[in-house]
T-cell receptor
Framework: DTGVSQDPRHKITKRGQNVTFRCDPI?????LYWYRQTLGQGPEFLTY????????KSRLLSDRFSAERPKGSFSTLEIQRTEQGDSAMYLC??????????FGPGTRLTVL | AQKITQTQPGMFVQEKEAVTLDCTYD???????LFWYKQPSSGEMIFLIY??????QNATEGRYSLNFQKARKSANLVISASQLGDSAMYFC????????????FGAGTTVTVRA
């Protein structure tokens, strides 16, 4: 069990560019979550997958954001036309039951 | 909507002493779960402990224990015998209902352990 992994760990981009992040959950975890955390705040829920189905999206997830989980394994989060307000830590978590969520190390995005 | 409140922005504790981190929550659901996470400066969220709303016993995991007072809607984390490595941000989080797994987090409490 290698834990949840995320790639890249850091991303610096210019405003208007597209970025894509990847999350590999703990193997056999059927639930996968994306959260966003800004400086000094707790994480905020973005979206949730059960297997390959995206079951819920927060209103924080604007039309510029899209997430996928093909084949119910890894997941990608894409942000199109990035804005400075998108700068944050993007956290991925996975679980196999209701009483746990294990987080990855996060991807820190800086939009210049 | 559910809400988590952590009223202590920062705390100092002497090494080897115990520290209590406050967490209150608000929900109308009868079935819910409470989590505590540690986030060191590296940024990773480390799961510490879980308490279910129907659990009769307070949860314990090593030096971590959760003081669950359901009537007061509080779920305080107690860290015993503090170590320098406990210096970090600590978040309380809640999920509500058996079909909604997403977590709602508090604003966090920064703990600094002094030698």
């Amino acid at each position: 069990d290698t834990g949840v992994s995320q790639d890249p760990r850091h991303k610096i981009t210019k405003r208007g560019q597209n970025v894509t992040f990847r999350c590999d959950p703990i193997s056999e975890h059927n639930r996968l979550y994306w959260y966003r955390q800004t400086l000094g705040q707790g994480p905020e829920f973005l979206t949730y997958f059960q297997n390959e189905a995206q079951l819920e999206k927060s209103r924080l997830l604007s039309d510029r954001f899209s997430a996928e989980r093909p084949k119910g394994s890894f997941s990608t989060l894409e942000i199109q036309r990035t804005e400075q307000g998108d700068s944050a830590m993007y956290l991925c978590a996975s679980s196999s039951s209701y009483n746990e969520q294990f987080f990855g190390p996060g991807t820190r995005l800086t939009v210049l | 909507a559910q809400k988590i409140t952590q009223t202590q922005p920062g705390m100092f504790v002497q090494e080897k002493e115990a520290v209590t981190l406050d967490c209150t929550y608000d929900t109308s659901d009868q079935s819910y779960g409470l989590f505590w996470y540690k986030q060191p400066s590296s940024g990773e969220m480390i799961f510490l402990i879980y308490q279910g709303s129907y659990d009769e016993q307070n949860a314990t995991e090593g030096r971590y224990s959760l003081n669950f007072q359901k009537a007061r809607k509080s779920a305080n984390l107690v860290i015993s015998a503090s170590q320098l490595g406990d210096s970090a941000m600590y978040f309380c989080a809640m999920r509500v209902s058996s079909n909604d797994y997403k977590l709602s987090f508090g604003a966090g409490t920064t703990v600094t352990v002094r030698a």
